[in-house]
T-cell receptor, first 115, second 114 residues
């Protein structure tokens, strides 16, 4: 069963506008962490933001925020004030809390920022 | 600190050839991982290590071997390369295995098997 689902097709956003990238997950473990990574065309994986399952507030890191809806098992990434440099592939990932658990990635979403 | 480094950055092999990818980290992390990334598939875990001298299978281990003789290095070997192993390979490391432990990624190795 797919643990991380990213089903949006390629996303487009106008520069300076906000955009939401969707991610849903599936786990029965009460302890887990959710991550978002950015992969620009140069290929490296860049960590953006983390949300823990027990965190009371939504995570924020600069222009990135995570809209965490635990009951719906969604962890959407919100990018405010989009910049041209935000054009990239974005991956949602989850790590469950049990020992030796691996990081499971979604298939990614391509975001293109239009000037 | 260099973080996580990978060598080589690019490689082209012929079917049946062997090679080793080297991953090195200078963050004193206990845990290291090898992933492969294919178009439309996201990243999939090949093998991982929870400490020096230990290795374990991930999601797609067939056709690969690994070794962790030193804490800072994690080697990925292909004994007899196949075209299906054409991919981008990422190494990563983390301080711990808890849900909150971020994984730090290397820049990737693009491998083509002809």
């Amino acid at each position: 069963a797919q643990k991380i689902t990213q089903t949006q097709p390629g996303m487009f956003v106008q520069e300076k506008e906000a955009v939401t990238l969707d991610c849903t997950y599936d786990t029965s473990d009460p302890s887990y962490g959710l991550f978002w990574y950015k992969q620009p065309s140069s290929g490296e994986m860049i960590f953006l933001i983390y949300q823990g399952s027990y965190d009371q507030q939504n995570a924020t890191e600069g222009r990135y925020s995570l809209n965490f809806q635990k009951a719906r098992k969604s962890a959407n990434l919100v990018i405010s004030a989009s910049q041209l440099g935000d054009s990239a592939m974005y991956f949602c990932a989850m790590r469950e809390g049990r020992a030796n658990s691996k990081l499971t990635f979604g298939k990614g979403i391509t975001l293109s920022v239009r000037p | 600190n260099a973080g996580v480094t990978q060598t080589p950055k690019f490689r082209v092999l012929k079917t049946g050839q062997s090679m080793t990818l080297l991953c090195a980290q200078d963050m004193n992390h206990e845990y290291m991982y090898w992933y492969r990334q294919d178009p439309g598939m996201g990243l999939r875990l090949i093998h991982y290590s929870v400490g020096e001298g230990t290795t374990a299978k991930g999601e797609v281990p067939d056709g690969y071997n690994v070794s962790r003789l030193k804490k800072q290095n994690f080697l990925l070997g292909l004994e007899s390369a196949a075209p299906s192993q054409t991919s981008v390979y990422f190494c990563a490391s983390s301080q711990g295995l808890a849900a909150y432990n971020e994984q730090f990624f290397g820049p990737g190795t693009r491998l083509t098997v002809l």
